[in-house]
């Protein structure tokens, strides 16, 4: 027979927290690593839109960054993008006065999808006077390949 050796108080307090800690402490980093979670943020579209906007206050729909009445008469209601762009986009003008007994203009992509939208202090060239305005674009990702890289 052999000879039973006897733990201590002290050695078996000892073998508890080790074994306590070998089981909890992967647990509780397990916990942890789950809650950290990296956030991309795309921020595509709204580099689309600044894009778009800038191009289109550049265009030959505006002069000195007024847009032309007889140009937007011209587009509105009308599924046309005046400035070509791997984004779709649709465009509004409004007015607080009535110009010709209308005050909203709007045209380009007519749907859906992600969107970004952004407004903008704008004026519309009317008989060589500025009537202020608000120029509201939105893009949208219509996750179509509109454009190849």
């Not at 509780?28 to 206050?57: P, Q, Y």
């Not at 992509?109 to 008989?127: K, N, R, T, W």
Request: include cysteine; glycine fraction near 6%; proline fraction near 3%.
């Amino acid at each position: 027979m052999g000879k039973e050796s006897k733990m201590s108080m002290v050695e078996i307090l000892i073998t508890v927290f080790i074994f306590i800690n070998l089981i909890f402490v992967p647990i509780f980093l397990s916990s942890l690593l789950s809650k950290i979670s990296v956030g991309i943020e795309d921020n595509a579209l709204k580099r689309a839109a600044t894009e778009i906007a800038e191009n289109i206050l550049n265009s030959e729909l505006t002069e000195n960054g007024a847009f032309l009445l007889d140009k937007l008469n011209a587009l509105d209601k009308t599924n046309t993008e005046p400035v070509w762009h791997c984004y779709a986009y649709h465009m509004w003008i409004s007015t607080f006065q009535k110009i010709d007994n209308k005050n909203i203009w709007e045209f380009g992509y007519q749907g859906g999808g992600e969107d970004f939208s952004m407004e903008l202090p704008s004026s519309i060239a009317v008989a060589g006077n500025i009537v202020p305005a608000k120029f509201r674009l939105t893009v949208y990702d219509t996750n179509a390949v509109r454009c190849k890289i």
